[in-house]
Nanobody, 128 residues
Framework: QSQVAESGGGLVQPGGSLRLSCAAS????????IGWFRQAPGKEREEVAC????????VYAASVRGRFNITKDDAKNTGYLEMNSLKPEDTAVYYC?????????????????????WGQGTLVTVSS
């Protein structure tokens, strides 16, 4: 069974840092792209960052560019989102998704079959 599980969320002060992890099981992460999404209360879910399957291309939302860094360690079957200089507006539930349709860092043909595995989410709260 293909699954991913996020961890690493929590409460952090403005200006602080957190590293989120996305542990995959049941499939080799090295074949797939990863996307990190977030959803704040009362807002739509947004794509924060993605990295393609070989780790050679990463795309960030303008609101986090220069502060967040997405990576993947295929040997550990785990993806990461390092978040620095956190702001209160970064407060949200963060979700990891492996190979969902519509990632900004990937472009597949019409016949591509997406794996699309989502985690349960981890809460990040940025507050003093």
């Amino acid at each position: 069974q293909s699954q991913v599980a996020e961890s690493g969320g929590g409460l952090v002060q403005p200006g602080g840092s957190l590293r989120l992890s996305c542990a995959a099981s049941g499939f080799p992460l090295g074949y797939y792209a990863i996307g990190w999404f977030r959803q704040a209360p009362g807002k739509e879910r947004e794509e924060v960052a993605c990295i393609n399957e070989i780790g050679g291309r990463a795309v960030y939302a303008a609101s986090v560019r220069g502060r967040f860094n997405i990576t993947k360690d295929d040997a550990k079957n785990t993806g990461y989102l390092e978040m620095n200089s956190l702001k209160p507006e970064d407060t949200a539930v963060y979700y990891c998704a492996v190979d969902p349709p519509g990632l900004k860092c990937t472009h597949y043909g019409a016949g591509y079959r997406y794996l699309e595995v989502w985690g349960q989410g981890t809460l990040v709260t940025v507050s003093s």
